[in-house]
């Protein structure tokens, strides 16, 4: 079973670049969880490849935030947001439950560039991992999409000169550290220790051409899904975003 995660910052954008569908049907995965989606369900006229279900979480606010999750295999059951209505109006978090995990697709807040918003973040993070540790009381869950957090200073190109920007912060770190605490697996750095893999790029100055940029798009897996986890992948070289897809291969459950 592939699972895909990619924030298109903007599904309409990326829609009318003609590389999101290209992509979903070179990628093929069984599972697209997308963010940063800006759109109502209303405003995309799109018919996706043969064989896709859309399931959609939208803000309050148009034409910002938002996540979708498209899907091969029906959920048992679709749910937005986490249950706290403080954290519910940006359409941040989708929950898909299938027979023998949830999928959590989640477009985490940023703490802005003045740090404005951080304390806001810092409550965010500890009442996700509660949400996420309800989810595990029933099975285990898989969550994923732009955590807004470089966890280590491997993951990303210049972490002295960011150690106290947003994305960095120690308070943004240790949220971080909270979902490896509670059992959860980063699954790329499972198969691959070194630097120089990012998910993100400034658009600014030739970043991304020259490779400067962020692991801030992740894949975590409950521990116990670890035996079934046969690869996890980033695709810097697809377009259309300043993010780039990230995956990880499930074995299927016999």
């Known amino acids: 079973m592939k699972l895909v995660s990619w924030n298109v910052n903007g599904l309409r954008a990326v829609l009318r670049k003609k590389i999101f569908l290209e992509y979903l049907e070179s990628e093929a995965p069984d599972i697209l969880c997308v963010q940063e989606t800006k759109a109502h369900p209303d405003d995309v006229d799109q018919l996706w490849p043969l064989g896709y279900q859309a399931h959609w979480n939208w803000a309050e606010k148009k034409g910002y935030s938002g996540t979708a999750i498209l899907s091969r295999t029906r959920p048992l059951a679709v749910t937005r947001g986490i249950g706290t209505d403080e954290h519910d109006r940006e359409g941040r978090v989708l929950t898909a439950e299938y027979d023998d995990f949830f999928l959590v697709n989640v477009y985490v807040p940023n703490s802005q560039r003045e740090l404005t918003r951080l304390p806001y973040r810092r409550q965010w993070d500890r009442d996700f991992l509660a949400y996420l540790k309800r989810l595990g009381k029933t099975k285990p869950v898989v969550f994923c999409g732009d955590l807004n957090v470089a966890h280590a200073e491997i993951d990303l190109t210049h972490p002295k000169a960011n150690a106290k920007n947003h994305g960095f912060t120690p308070e943004e770190r240790a949220g971080f550290d909270a979902f490896v605490e509670a059992g959860f697996v980063d699954t790329f750095r499972e198969f691959e220790p070194g630097g120089g893999h990012y998910t993100w790029w400034s658009p600014m100055g030739g970043a991304r051409q020259r490779n400067v940029g ?18 996890a992948f980033i695709r810097p070289d697809v377009p259309g975003s300043d993010h780039c897809p990230v995956g990880i291969e499930l074995e299927t459950k016999p």
Not at 214 to 231: E, K, M, Q, T
Request: no cysteine.
């Open 214 to 231: 962020w692991r801030i798009d992740y894949f975590l897996v409950d521990a116990g899904l670890r035996p079934r986890l046969r690869h």
